[in-house]
């Protein structure tokens, strides 16, 4: 279960992605926007909290450049959210970070990349081994050790 959240920048985007990942059999939470004017933090907390709370897997933000989508994301404890408009970024992201929150920037990136990164952060694993410690330590940044 992906779920899946935009500001008024990231909906036309958003409906793409939720048709791609739908086309392919994976079910979507949409967290809104409905495309009218309206404040990212608002949808990223959302978006997260169906994370948190169990009801999904992963998500995906979208907004403008992606990067206001992030910073509210990753204020929310246990999110790991990365913004990426390019291919390494996201397999890393998921390989060594195990980010559970892919952001998109809909001015950044076209649609066409925009869903093949969605296709690469769905089906990529983590790795686990090494870069546990690490995400470990960010934890405890988390809990303020
Ligand atoms: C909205 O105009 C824009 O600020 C927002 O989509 C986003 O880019 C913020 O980071």
């Known amino acids: 279960m992906i779920a899946i959240g935009c500001d008024h920048a990231g909906y036309d985007m ?3 992605i939720i048709k791609f ?3 392919k059999g994976i079910e979507v939470i949409d967290c809104g926007c409905d495309g009218s004017p309206c404040d990212y933090p608002v949808i990223a907390k959302k978006v997260c909290e169906n994370i948190t709370h169990g009801k999904a897997d992963k998500g995906i933000l979208i907004c403008g450049t992606g990067i206001g ?3 509210a994301a990753n204020k929310i404890k246990g999110i790991r959210a990365s913004v990426c408009s390019e291919h390494f970024s996201v397999k890393y992201t998921r390989l060594h970070n195990d980010a559970n929150v892919l952001c998109m920037g809909a ?3 076209g649609e066409g990349i925009a ?3 969605t296709d690469i952060f769905v089906n990529t694993e983590y790795e686990g081994g090494r870069h546990q410690k ?3 330590l960010i934890k405890e ?3 303020n050790k």
Do not use: A, F, W
Request: avoid cysteine; glycine fraction near 4%; proline fraction near 0%.
């Open 14 to 16: 958003k409906t793409g």
């Open 21 to 23: 990942l739908e086309d």
């Open 69 to 71: 989508m992030s910073i």
């Open 107 to 109: 001015r950044v990136i």
């Open 115 to 117: 869903q093949e990164l």
């Open 134 to 136: 690490r995400l470990d």
């Open 141 to 143: 940044i988390e809990e």
